[in-house]
Every structure is written in C-alpha cells, then in structure tokens.
C-alpha cells in the first residue's frame, strides 16, 4: 500500500481515537453534581463553580438513588415507578439503555469486582441481584417488608439491607442468594454508613428518630443515639440519611422533618452541633475533601450547601420536584 494511502486511512482513525479518548477525560473529574428529582423525573446536573444547571436530563420515572460506576463513566439511577435502573453516559449526559428490576427500586449498590448490581425493591420486597454485563436479574433474595438501605459489607461476600416495616436489618450471604441473619433495630430503619473496615455499621432509624449502631462482626447492637436541634420538637426528627468521613471519626445525619443535619461525633457517639437546612431533609453526599456537605431537601424543591468546618449552610439552589439524592463527579 502507498504511504498516502496509509496517511489517508490513519487521519481518520487518529482523529476518531483522539475524540475517543476527549470524550473519556471529559466523563471524568467534571465536578459536576448530579440531583435525583423523584416528581420532575428528571437528573438535574449542575455546575460545581456557579451552581447553574448545565443539563436537564430526562429519566425514567421517580429517579431516586444514584451511584457512579468506578471509573465514573456511567451514571447509575434507580427509577421507582418504571421498575428500570438508567444508565446515564457521563460524557454526552444522556441515558443510554435501562436495565430491569424489581418492583419499585429505592436503593443499591454496584459492586464492581463481582460486576454485579444490588438493589432493593420496595414493593416486591426483594433483593434483586443484577449481572452488569448482561443487564438481567440473576436471583431474588425475599426480604422483611419494604426495604429501603443497601449495603456491601467489606467482605464483598455479604451485603446489608434495611426493611422499613420490619423494622429489621438483614444480612445476606450473596454466594447462596439468602438471609442469613437479623437484627432489629428502631422503627424504619432507612440507609448506612460504616466505619473503616465495617467494624461499626450505623443506620438511621425514621420514625424512632434515632440512629443505631450495629457491631459489624458480632452483627449485634452496640447502641444507638438520638437527636434534638434546638427549638424543634423530638416528633419532628426523622433521621434519613447519612454520611461518614473516611477515617470514621465523623458523621452527618440528615434528620427530615427537622430541617438540621446534625455533626456526630463517631467514636464518642455525641452530638456536636447542628446546621439549618432545608425542608425534609433527606438525601446527603460529602464531598471527596470532606470540607462541604450537599444536602437534598425534598419538599424545599432544592439542594442546600453545608461547609463542614463552621457547621453552617452557604447556600440553597433550586433543583427540581422532590429532590432525592445528590452525588458529585469527582
């Protein structure tokens, strides 16, 4: 072959690699804050400098929990009302395929060594478990009523879950597809976090307005804490989500109808002080320096921005209908 002709057909391939490889560094590190909007059906996508929204990105219905694949390529939704979990592309921002669940997804994880999905059904009342490549369900794992709280154990052989009406957490062996153990905890239990290495597994309990406190190797209660900011009434407290530091020592509790999210001190299981934020607190991320908190506030229609160090909100960006969650590319 002539080294023209060569030179013709490697423009073309450099140029399509070399598109290729932009589209990829632009899906990565954007810093971009993605929010689950459960009645605009929507993930609203915002810019992390101004705080305005760079995409509208239309969904399946009631989006709700979101995680990233690993290399943040993909953008994982669970949608409620249509049984599916969209797959957001992160470069393009738009949904490119759906895989099916159960009835009613809330929440779940991806686990990316075994490159399976876990993801809890709330109105079938199943653990779904999820082949990633094939898009299908390979087992269904019965659960207490609604569950809600999803999470991997460090093993990566076991997995927690949360039932809102059984006020139970169970643990599943996902080798055999089964649960193999529960506790009980206070009354609707909903998400976790856990210390480094699953020694602790915390969870907030809703309508008990409390968080528990599960030892992660006996998988028995080691206690539990309760809330009350200042000038709210104890009925008001209903602890949804929460997030953790990395090295444990702290964690943040969205407490729902109270509007706070409350500052724990992990090891000394104590209060350190509570920021306003917005109207049924729910959803919460902490960013990867640890130095500010994205709080959803479901029936405020908005996100509210919490600087860790002074405890106190920066500010509060309109979003969409019933704000679920909210996670950050980075």
């Not at 929507?42 to 995409?55: R, Y």
């Not at 306003?276 to 991320?285: C, D, M, Q």
Request: proline share 5%; aromatic share 6%; charged share 25%.
């Amino acid at each position: 072959m002539k080294r023209g002709s060569i030179q013709a057909i490697a423009t073309p391939l450099m140029l399509a690699l070399g598109l290729a490889l932009a589209g990829e560094a632009s899906a990565r590190g954007t810093g971009y804050l993605f929010v689950s909007n459960e009645k605009s059906n929507n993930v609203v996508v915002l810019d992390p400098k101004s705080l305005q929204i760079v995409k509208d990105i239309k969904t399946s219905r009631r989006p709700r929990d979101m995680h990233f694949s690993q290399d943040h390529l993909k953008l994982y939704v669970a949608c409620g009302d249509d049984d599916v979990i969209d797959v957001i592309d992160v470069a393009t921002l738009m949904v490119e395929k759906k895989i099916p669940t159960g009835a009613s997804p809330e929440t779940f994880v991806v686990d990316e060594k075994r490159r399976q999905i876990y993801v809890s059904n709330e109105e079938s009342s199943t653990l779904s478990i999820i082949d990633m490549e094939q898009g299908v369900t390979i087992a269904e794992v019965p659960t207490g009523a609604e569950p809600e709280g999803v999470m991997l154990a460090p093993d990566g052989k076991t997995a927690y879950v949360t039932s809102e009406v059984g006020d139970l957490i169970h643990r599943i062996d996902l080798d055999q597809g089964s649960v193999i153990d529960d506790v009980v905890v206070g009354t609707r239990p909903r998400r976790f976090a856990a210390t480094p290495g699953g020694k602790e597994v915390w969870v907030t309990t809703e309508l008990s307005g409390e968080v528990w406190i599960i030892n992660g190797e006996e998988f028995k209660v080691a206690g539990k804490m309760d809330f009350l900011p200042p000038g709210m009434r104890k009925s008001d407290v209903t602890p949804v989500g929460i997030a953790m530091t990395s090295d444990g020592k702290n964690a943040f509790v969205t407490l729902g109808h109270a509007a706070h999210v409350a500052f724990v001190d992990v090891p000394g299981r104590k209060v350190l002080g509570y920021a306003l934020v917005g109207k049924r607190a729910w959803g919460i991320t902490l960013s990867k320096d640890e130095k500010t908190l994205y709080v959803a506030n479901g029936l405020g229609d908005d996100i509210t921005i919490v600087d860790v160090a002074s405890r106190k909100a920066k500010t509060s960006v309109p979003v969409g209908r019933i704000p679920w969650g909210v996670v950050i590319d980075e």
